[in-house]
């Protein structure tokens, strides 16, 4: 590790994210035990991002983090920072973290994430 600190919030009542972020967190196990990643359920703190002016339902929708510096990430640049981290990944976020393929990232990565969210809802995932 770089010495990068990730803290990434997210929501353990989707089965798909939940199951997304389990599956991550074991590839990055090392990291979690050093530390230098962190992964939280924003369904047991729900106010944690408050201050950043984001709300339980937000996180809902889109992963969030924040960073060693107290930056707050959002959505597909949360997915980018973890490939980051995450050894054998890397390609991962250089292909779709590039200016280039970046909008259209973002792009697919918010519209899944509304999909999914209107699926939790109707499913009463609260």
Known sequence: MSGQRLVVWYNTRCPVCDAGIDWQRN??????????IEFRDINEQPDALAHYGVSLNDVRRRLHATDETGRLIVGADVAIAIWRLTKGEGWLASLFGNRAMLPLTRFAYDRFADVLFAWNRRKGRW
């Open 27 to 36: 590839k990055l196990l090392s990291a979690v035990r050093a530390g230098d």
